[in-house]
T-cell receptor, first 118, second 113 residues
């Protein structure tokens, strides 16, 4: 498997523009997580899905942020409108449940999407 | 509430010396514990995990960690540090009830020649 694939790797945009980040999880994984990493706040959990259903979105900072998982192989994180304080690296990760027969619970991460909002 | 604490922002150690990176956790369900490493401009790489069984778990690159239930700790260790071990290390806990996985704030390990 190619691992978790995120796109774009880098995005530079202007304040007020819409940003869409994309993620393709590892095939067969039933959990998908979105994290944001900044120097000031570290690695924050934004939202996670189980079997394409959002389970906990309490980490989503504002209504400007939204995430979807229309099917098992694709998820998006959208910011509209974007602001300079949204500048960060956004990571997607997928896993099996620790209780699954073949599950060991660790997350597999993509390489991240570095967002810069000017 | 679920939480992970890494009390040290940075750990400095001389090459060849043993290293320890500390981690304590709080979770309501059974804890699944993990260590990850991050190199500059890269994603997080899995090092090792504790799910159940032996309290001492061994992982990649010679790292190991000891699960201590009474102290709710999961410290990362290596008997002999290498300069190439210099990176950012994250401890994480997954709640066995919710499957929510959160990370500590990270500890920067600097190994000096």
């Amino acid at each position: 498997d190619a691992g978790v694939i995120q796109s774009p790797r880098h995005e530079v945009t202007e304040m007020g523009q819409e940003v869409t980040l994309r993620c393709k999880p590892i095939s067969g994984h039933d959990y998908l997580f979105w994290y944001r990493q900044t120097m000031m706040r570290g690695l924050e959990l934004l939202i996670y899905f189980n079997n394409n259903v959002p389970i906990d979105d309490s980490g989503m900072p504002e209504d400007r942020f939204s995430a979807k998982m229309p099917n098992a192989s694709f998820s998006t994180l959208k910011i509209q409108p974007s602001e300079p304080r949204d500048s960060a690296v956004y990571f997607c990760a997928s896993s099996l449940s620790p209780r699954a027969r073949m599950g060991t619970g660790e997350l597999f991460f993509g390489e991240g999407s570095r967002l810069t909002v000017l | 509430a679920q939480s992970v604490a890494q009390p040290e922002d940075q750990v400095n150690v001389a090459e060849g010396n043993p290293l320890t990176v500390k981690c304590t956790y709080s979770v309501s369900g059974n804890p699944y514990l993990f260590w990850y490493v991050q190199y500059p401009n890269r994603g997080l790489q899995f090092l090792l995990k504790y799910i159940t069984g032996d309290n001492l778990v061994k992982g990649s690159y010679g790292f190991e960690a000891e699960f201590n239930k009474s102290q709710t700790s999961f410290h990362l260790k290596k008997p002999s540090a290498l300069v190439s071990d210099s990176a950012l290390y994250f401890c994480a806990v997954r709640d066995g009830n919710t499957d929510k996985l959160i990370f500590g704030t990270g500890t920067r390990l600097q190994v000096f020649p």
